[in-house]
């Protein structure tokens, strides 16, 4: 068993999931594979479970009965992980819109530079997204704005799904109270890091939008992000 746990959590990913599974493999670093699969119907479960052979000490799958959200499936990787005492935890898109060679660098800001959770970020060092429509970018980069502006967070891209996480962060984080499951579910995990006084560093990255599959995004989690915002202000800020 590697140090490090990288989660993938799929739905309908059959394009992407045999790549990005051996670009993973193929780094400098060892990193063990979790993917999360919520019943594709598409049989990205079946992909996966042919790589589990093939990989049987570094890739692993759990499948779930339903799709019920993002956060839902990235607890579910993270109890997984807690489990079998991995040190550090990185959350990971199948899709290539995370750069499998920036591993090593969310890696090195915890192990090396003493960070609690380091965050692959478009936003640090201006803009840093290829292949989204504008609408889409400045939705997504005005919603940090507006992130910071509500809670304070001092984070550039509250709304990242490329982060790596300590193990004793997620230890001491209520996994079981979190509350949201897209958007908002990711601004809440670095919220209560945050509320925690975990140390945050932000490691500027490129995102790129996936060429192959469907995005999963949709009005409701947008919604979710806009109003769990406020309803989190509201309840005073909890950890």
């Not at 309908?12 to 063990?32: C, G, P, V």
Request: glycine residues 6%; aromatic residues 12%.
């Amino acid at each position: 068993m590697q140090d490090t746990l990288v989660i993938i959590p799929t739905f309908n990913e059959k394009e992407n999931i045999e790549n990005i599974i051996r670009a993973t493999l193929s780094q400098e670093k060892d990193f063990d594979i979790l993917v999360v699969d919520d019943s594709s119907p598409d049989g990205t479960a079946n992909i996966v479970k042919v790589l589990v052979k093939e990989f049987p000490e570094r890739v692993f799958l759990e499948t779930r009965k339903e799709k019920n959200g993002l956060g839902a499936a990235y607890i579910h990787g993270f109890k997984w992980a807690l489990k079998r005492k991995y040190n550090y935890i990185i959350e990971m898109d199948a899709d290539f819109s995370h750069n499998p060679k920036d591993l090593v660098r969310l890696y090195n800001a915890c192990a090396v530079d003493g960070a609690d959770l380091s965050i692959g970020s478009r936003y640090s060092q201006g803009v840093n997204v290829v292949n989204w429509p504008m609408k889409r970018v400045l939705l997504s980069y005005f919603a940090s704005i507006y992130v910071k502006f509500v809670t304070g967070l001092p984070i550039h891209d509250s709304t990242a799904g490329f982060v790596c996480y300590k193990r004793k962060v997620l230890e001491t984080i209520k996994l079981d109270k979190i509350k949201f499951v897209g958007y908002a579910f990711q601004i809440e995990m670095k919220f209560k890091a945050w509320k925690h006084e975990f140390n945050i560093k932000e490691v500027s990255v490129i995102f790129t939008d996936r060429t192959l599959g469907e995005s999963k995004m949709s009005k409701t989690i947008i919604t979710e992000a806009v109003f769990g915002i406020i309803k989190m202000r509201f309840n005073g800020l909890p950890k």
